[in-house]
């Protein structure tokens, strides 16, 4: 939800609770160290057109869009300037955008998050690919650099055992692997620039795992699961979001669950897996038993929970 303390205060806007916008603070970053006219233009061009189609539904001239945007689009530019409007974000920027369109025509004293059209969901991620095909690029590395480092490197240190020296060298590998090759623009390849981003930190991750011998790793379709399971054991409270986007945004959790509530995604589920992998999955990974625990509680070896863990992981894979 945006919200605002008082109708028109630009400077009152409210972090979005529990989520982060990394695609969008990245480009924010961008725009407050790269001033150039070039850069503002070519976010103002991806801008314009939802904001046109959303004023359009209304029955807006044209005529009467382009002021109310030029002055809405120079408040952000400003506010972003001046770190008025700071990361965490209220929303995306577009969502931003829109906001300061409406609050400019006093539509509402108390604001809530604006219904934007349809289909402009990686838009921030299509101003970034776009300017990491410029021949300058230094700023934009900057300002992605910058903006993915502690996100991302928080969710792979909650989960893999590295020193600090490696977790310094695989991000600089990763970071490497996405301004050498950043994601085709096409629509098959719909994922924010910081997903992207995280599959490569991933594999360079596990790459480094397994050359140093740093314990089992599992690999395939079964490490996100288990990374997300986890990831719920572990944040009981949900006041870290990070991974379960990431996971949700790559397997297209939501529309296939109907939420994007991570305790409603594993309840929906847990129900399509027999009542053994359930108990199995509760006792691992919410009740977070040791595998001597499990195996006393399920009367097994201690050497099969692990594949039994494994295995029912891969069933509730395919329940998708």
Same mark, same amino acid.
Do not use: M
């Given at each position: 939800m945006l919200e605002y303390a008082e109708q028109n205060n630009y400077h009152n806007l409210k972090p979005a609770k529990s989520k982060r916008f990394h695609d969008d603070e990245a480009l924010l970053h961008f725009l407050r160290i790269d001033r150039s006219a070039?850069?503002?233009? *070519? &976010?103002?061009?991806?801008?314009?057109?939802?904001?046109?189609?959303?004023?359009?539904? =209304?029955?807006? *001239?044209e005529e009467q869009i382009k002021p109310i945007l030029i002055k809405a689009f120079a408040e952000l530019l400003e506010n972003i300037r001046s770190r008025d409007l700071h990361?965490? +974000?209220?929303?995306? +920027? %577009?969502?931003? +955008?829109?906001?300061? !369109? %409406?609050?400019?025509?006093?539509? *509402?004293?108390?604001?809530?998050?604006?219904?934007?059209?349809?289909?402009?969901?990686?838009?921030?991620k299509k101003?970034?690919?776009?300017? +990491?095909?410029?021949?300058?690029? #230094?700023?934009?590395?900057?300002?992605?650099?910058? *903006?993915?480092?502690?996100?991302a490197l928080k969710i792979i240190q909650s989960r893999y055992p590295l020193q600090e020296s490696e977790l310094e060298d695989v991000f600089q590998e990763a970071m490497l692997g996405l301004l050498g090759r950043p994601p085709q623009d096409t629509a098959g390849n719909e994922a924010k620039l910081f997903t992207y981003f995280m599959q490569i930190l991933r594999y360079k991750?596990?790459?480094? %795992?397994?050359?140093?011998?740093?314990? #089992?790793?599992?690999?395939?379709?079964?490490?996100?699961?288990? %990374?997300?399971?986890?990831?719920? &054991?572990?944040?009981?409270?949900h006041k870290n979001n990070d991974f379960w986007d990431y996971v949700n945004e790559i397997h297209n959790l939501g529309e296939k669950f109907s939420s994007n509530d991570e305790v409603v995604f594993l309840d929906k589920l847990l129900t399509?897996?027999?009542?053994? !992998?359930?108990? =199995? =999955?509760? =006792?691992?990974?919410?009740?977070?038993?040791?595998?001597?625990e499990i195996a006393e509680i399920i009367d097994c070896s201690i050497d099969s929970v692990g594949q039994r863990v494994k295995r029912c992981v891969k069933n509730m894979r395919l329940g998708l």
């Open positions: 070039d850069a503002w233009k *070519s &976010a103002y061009d991806y801008y314009r057109q939802p904001i046109y189609t959303y004023y359009q539904a =209304l029955n807006y *001239s990361p965490p +974000l209220p929303g995306a +920027l %577009l969502e931003v +955008l829109l906001s300061y !369109c %409406l609050l400019l025509e006093e539509k *509402s004293e108390n604001f809530e998050k604006p219904n934007v059209p349809s289909g402009y969901t990686y838009l921030a101003v970034l690919v776009d300017r +990491l095909q410029q021949p300058n690029k #230094e700023q934009i590395t900057q300002a992605i650099y910058n *903006s993915f480092k502690e996100p991750t596990l790459d480094l %795992l397994k050359e140093k011998g740093k314990g #089992e790793i599992q690999a395939g379709d079964l490490e996100d699961f288990n %990374l997300l399971l986890d990831h719920l &054991a572990n944040d009981p409270g399509k897996i027999s009542s053994d !992998c359930r108990k =199995l =999955l509760t =006792l691992r990974f919410i009740e977070e038993k040791k595998f001597k």
